[in-house]
């Protein structure tokens, strides 16, 4: 049992969905992003997914894409980032995920990488571009060290590819709520509720994401879901602050208001 499965059996006690929220990790530095993260916590997030940035996002809409281009431009790397996450292990209890590209993280090979995500006490790792099929030398050296991958399913995703995901996955499988790129949209998915409730059965907490915008959706989302995932959301309220503190504020604010109607019970 690692961390992101001991906050899901937790929520599950108290009737909660989780919030986890993202951040492009240097966006627009890595000591905004130290002093962000804390923020979220305090806020209510029960987890926080780091995006680790890389040139050819392709999976991102162009507010995830902007981030990206701060975060580098900035000098992120991927070894900055476990440093990042090594620093605020000691601050922070709640799981840490990283999310990124296949190019990123094997240029250090996949035992290589393994091992220091580890040591900085890296939670799970979504790998966007990598399926199962490819990954799997890299999913088992993350097992093998206690960190956990996390697969993709999509509306496209076949019964039976569903069952392979999620067996493959550990802490939760995320469940991407459309087909097209991250951002967010005034209206979240509707036809994806039979899907998240079939992928639940399997016996892995299912969170969605992509899309994901307000207070609203994620209430929706919550009535069928074990948590929601926002990115593009928070990262367009924290690109027009004009100082880090007020960065600060919107992020506590957003948070507060996405996490209040995951706190209640179910009916």
């Given at each position: 049992?690692?961390r992101l499965s001991d ?9 909660e969905?989780a919030l986890?929220?993202?951040l492009?990790a ?8 130290e002093?962000?993260v ?14 680790v940035?890389?040139s050819?996002p392709?999976?991102e809409g162009?507010t995830?894409?902007?981030a990206?281009e701060r975060?580098?431009?900035s000098?992120t ?5 476990l440093e990042l ?7 922070v209890s709640v799981?840490l995920?990283?999310m990124?590209y296949?190019?990123?993280f094997?240029?250090?090979t996949?035992?290589?990488?393994a091992?220091?995500?580890a040591d900085a006490?890296v939670?799970?790792v979504?790998i966007v571009?990598?399926?199962p099929?490819e990954?799997?030398p890299?999913?088992?050296a993350?097992r ?5 991958p ?18 493959e996955?550990?802490g939760?499988?995320?469940f991407?709520?459309l ?8 209206e979240?998915?509707?036809d994806?509720?039979a899907?998240v409730?079939r ?8 969170c969605v994401g992509f ?5 609203e ?14 990115g593009?959301?928070?990262?367009d ?6 100082d880090?503190?007020?960065a600060r504020?919107?992020a ?5 208001r996405?996490?209040?109607?995951l706190r209640?019970?179910l009916?």
């Amino acid at each position: 049992m690692g961390r992101l499965s001991d906050r899901f059996q937790a929520l599950r006690a108290r009737g909660e969905r989780a919030l986890i929220p993202f951040l492009s990790a240097g966006d627009p530095d890595l000591a905004w992003t130290e002093v962000l993260v804390q923020e979220l916590v305090r806020a209510g997030a029960d987890a926080v997914e780091l995006g680790v940035p890389f040139s050819d996002p392709m999976a991102e809409g162009p507010t995830v894409q902007r981030a990206s281009e701060r975060a580098l431009r900035s000098g992120t790397s991927l070894l900055r980032v476990l440093e990042l996450v090594k620093r605020l292990r000691a601050r922070v209890s709640v799981p840490l995920v990283l999310m990124g590209y296949a190019n990123v993280f094997l240029a250090m090979t996949e035992e290589g990488f393994a091992a220091a995500a580890a040591d900085a006490g890296v939670d799970g790792v979504i790998i966007v571009d990598l399926p199962p099929e490819e990954g799997a030398p890299l999913f088992a050296a993350l097992r093998r060290r206690g960190v956990d991958p996390i697969l993709l399913a999509a509306p496209t995703t076949t019964p039976a590819r569903l069952e392979r995901l999620a067996r493959e996955s550990r802490g939760f499988l995320y469940f991407v709520s459309l087909t097209g790129v991250t951002g967010a949209r005034a209206e979240v998915a509707a036809d994806i509720e039979a899907q998240v409730r079939r992928a639940r059965e399997l016996g892995i907490p299912v969170c969605v994401g992509f899309g994901v915008s307000t207070p609203e959706h994620a209430e929706r989302v919550g009535r069928y879901a074990d948590g929601v995932v926002v990115g593009s959301a928070l990262i367009d309220r924290l690109e027009g602050a004009a100082d880090l503190e007020q960065a600060r504020e919107r992020a506590a604010d957003f948070v507060a208001r996405l996490k209040e109607p995951l706190r209640r019970p179910l009916r």
